[in-house]
């Protein structure tokens, strides 16, 4: 019988985010006054709209969820920006992983937080629900966060019972 869950986590937005929000309204202002100014009253209006759409569309690339996809020890993770667009980004089978644990906790050691490839899928990771996968990926020592859910972690512990550490 195949096994398979799915959950689906929104990015957190943070200072950057909102940054960048700030900035794109600031920019899309000032292009606009210019075309105001130094553009033909014919052709204003389709540049002021195409200003606006830009301007909404790099805006709403912002808003970011990871979709998180466990079928019998695989997980899959999908990045999706804006409910618009899908990439995989991440797909592993859970024999490979080192561990998983907490990063909350005494299984965090500064060996895996100093791995040079960190990949984070977790909304923020000051959440309390964040977890750290360690592997070889792509032919580097690789840390992994993500907010699995319970049945997930299960569903690892069945594979690699030695390796998750559920806390």
Request: charged fraction near 25%.
């Amino acid at each position: 019988m195949d096994v398979f869950m799915e959950k689906i986590v929104r990015k957190k937005k943070d200072a950057k985010d909102y940054i960048l929000t700030v900035f794109i309204i600031i920019a899309a202002f000032i292009l606009i006054f210019l075309a105001l100014n130094f553009i033909p009253p014919q052709l204003s209006l389709f540049v002021i709209v195409g200003i606006g759409y830009v301007a909404y569309m790099l805006i709403t690339n912002r808003n970011i969820e990871y979709e998180y996809a466990v079928t019998n020890g695989d997980l899959d993770i999908d990045k999706i920006i804006a409910q618009r667009k899908r990439k995989r980004v991440f797909s592993e089978n859970c024999k490979n992983f080192e561990i998983v644990a907490k990063i909350k906790s005494h299984h965090y050691t500064p060996q895996y937080r100093n791995f040079k490839n960190q990949l984070n899928f977790a909304s923020s990771l000051d959440s309390d629900d964040v977890y750290f996968i360690a592997l070889q990926y792509n032919n580097e020592q690789t840390i992994v966060y993500f907010e699995p859910s319970e049945k997930m972690l299960q569903s690892f512990k069945t594979f690699i019972p030695r390796k998750v550490f559920i806390e």
